[in-house]
């Protein structure tokens, strides 16, 4: 099987049994990822410089599915302004969008979680625009 090959079938994986769980949100503390998803561009064609126009949105209401060497762990959705936070035991990860709203694959984004430790991520999807 090539690499390729073994890709394609993780995300098929991940997508399939994507919404197992749903993430556990944590006010202060505990151990996992959080941060901000975006999506650029956002509209097509070039881009003037010194442009006051953003290129860049939130990625809001987006379901990404968390996984690792034992397959999906859990799921989560972003909020309205592409904000998540999601509690994980200590290990590493894999994260990928569990639906197809692009052209292009959002993720796969790979983290190493930490004990007591809430790391924090900024992750951009790329639209397709061109």
Same mark, same amino acid.
């Given at each position: 099987m090539t690499a390729? $090959?073994?890709l394609r079938f993780f995300f098929a994986l991940l997508i $399939?049994? %994507?919404s197992m769980s749903s993430a556990q949100i944590e006010p202060n %503390? %505990? $151990?996992g990822i959080e941060g901000v998803i975006t999506v650029s561009p956002t509209r097509p064609g070039p881009i003037r410089a010194g442009s006051d126009i953003p290129n860049v949105a939130p990625l809001p209401n987006a379901v990404?599915?968390?996984g690792n060497e034992k397959g999906v762990v859990r799921s989560f959705t972003t909020d309205s302004e592409g904000r998540f936070r999601v509690s994980l035991k200590p290990g590493h990860y894999v994260i990928v969008l569990?639906?197809?709203r692009f052209p292009r694959p959002c993720g796969p984004f790979e983290i190493d979680v930490e004990s007591a430790k809430m790391t924090k991520v900024e992750w951009r999807c790329d639209s397709g625009m061109r």
């Open positions: 390729r $090959t073994k $399939t049994y %994507g %503390g %505990g $151990t990404f599915s968390v569990a639906e197809h």
